[in-house]
């Protein structure tokens, strides 16, 4: 009668929205402050001043009817030229509006780009830990989801592992960096490494693999570090990016996809994407937010607090006895769970009323991962909380 997958799909709820919506029902009995949330990735800078004032002179300069109207599919023309000016400027790179399809965000860029390359049998290659929703956006292709463990000690590639998993039938490979949940980095030593395995398997193979870029954290990036850009490291990279976070913009649905020139077959690839597009029904990037990041794509993010936030999670979790990676960007932290059972530690944070998501969700178990895009007060007033859940394990 229905699609049973789908409706599993919409009614199955994430461990994230559980948790979440378990925190909101506590927060009414026990007030807001007492409740420690860090189960959502939903940012709590808001948006900055020049989003608004772009959003204003829009309003008041252009044609409303163009402002509210349908845009071509790929976006407005204009606007995929002043990103890929900005773009260009910022990371050296030579491309134009042709190469540039605007999205609803990351997930409707890494979605259309499954749907663009899977062929039947095919196989997308991610690396734990890794954002969950992967699994369903690949297999909603008939593609199959291939993980890679995760390497701990620093939450770089395990190219032994990665080894394992490449196979003829591997289409693309999926990197996320900076990352969710891990707050890792890729060095350029992994990238450069990364890029020529996969050079080497295309070869063997006689087809291109595609290394696609989901990189919606790229400007919250800690301490200078450096996010290398993809696509000066290898050719078949397809690039796929949003403002979610970036400029705090998750409900407002706009990001890109690029497909360089240099791809295997650009017209081909590019004419997929807008294909896949279609049958998604894309329809349109949000109109009015193509014209907001045109005006504002060359403007800073604000990424202080969340600096700030992970230096003072990071630091508490340290003294109170927890195993960490220093965050280098996103604004996630991803430390060791102090019981082998990552969805006992949770549900034993819980009874604390610090919500943490278990590792396992991530493809990574033994871990947590907490997020900090929350308000510094509430990061604050938990560390004496998270020690004391530390203690429950000593006793
Ligand atoms: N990819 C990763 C790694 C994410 O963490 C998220 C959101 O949290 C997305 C994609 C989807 O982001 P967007 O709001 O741009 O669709």
């Known amino acids: ?186 060095s350029e030593a992994t990238i450069k490494k990364l890029a020529a395995v996969m050079t080497k398997k295309a070869q ?17 990036a800690y301490n200078g570090i450096d996010v290398p850009y993809l696509t000066h490291y290898y050719a078949d990279t397809i690039v796929c990016y949003s403002y979610s976070k970036s400029f705090s913009l998750p409900g407002e649905r706009i990001g890109y996809i690029i497909v360089p020139d240099e791809t295997a077959d650009y017209e081909k690839i590019y004419g997929a994407v807008a294909g896949a597009a279609r049958v998604l029904t894309h329809v349109n990037a949000p109109s009015l937010f193509q014209r907001v990041v045109a005006r504002c794509c060359d403007l800073p993010s604000n990424i202080e607090a969340y600096r700030k936030n992970g230096e003072l999670l990071y630091n508490g979790l340290i003294d109170a006895g927890f195993k960490c990676l220093k965050p280098q960007g996103a604004f996630y932290l991803f430390p060791e769970s102090l019981e082998t059972d990552d969805y006992a530690f949770c549900k034993r944070a819980q009874s604390f009323d610090l919500l943490l998501v278990p590792g396992s969700d991530f493809g990574c178990p033994g871990h947590f991962r907490a997020s900090y895009c929350i308000k510094e007060s509430t990061i604050r007033k938990s560390l004496p909380i998270f020690k004391k859940l530390a203690q429950s394990y000593k006793i």
């Open 1 to 186: 009668m229905i699609a049973q997958a789908m409706y599993e799909l919409g009614t199955k709820k994430s461990t994230i929205r559980t948790i979440f919506e378990y925190g909101r029902k506590r927060a009414a009995q026990v007030g807001e402050d007492n409740i420690y949330d860090y189960s959502l990735g939903n940012p709590n800078v808001p948006a900055p001043n020049f989003i608004k004032q772009a959003i204003f002179d829009i309003l008041n300069e252009e044609d409303p009817c163009a402002v509210h109207g349908y845009t071509i599919a790929a976006g407005l023309p204009i606007v995929r030229e002043k990103l890929a000016q900005s773009v260009n400027r910022r990371f050296k790179t030579n491309f134009t509006a042709k190469n540039f399809f605007m999205t609803g965000g990351a997930a409707g860029a890494i979605t259309i780009t499954f749907k663009a390359l899977s062929e039947p049998d095919d196989e997308f290659i991610t690396f734990a830990p890794y954002f969950p929703e992967y699994k369903c956006f690949v297999e909603s292709t008939g593609a199959k989801l291939v993980v890679v463990p995760a390497q701990p000690a620093d939450f770089q590639i395990d190219f032994a592992a990665f080894d394992k998993c490449l196979s003829s039938h591997t289409k693309a490979v999926i990197v996320n960096s900076p990352n969710n949940p891990s707050g890792a980095v890729y």
């Open 204 to 220: 063997q193979y006689g087809h291109p693999i595609f290394l696609i870029s989901d990189e919606p954290y790229r400007e919250i």
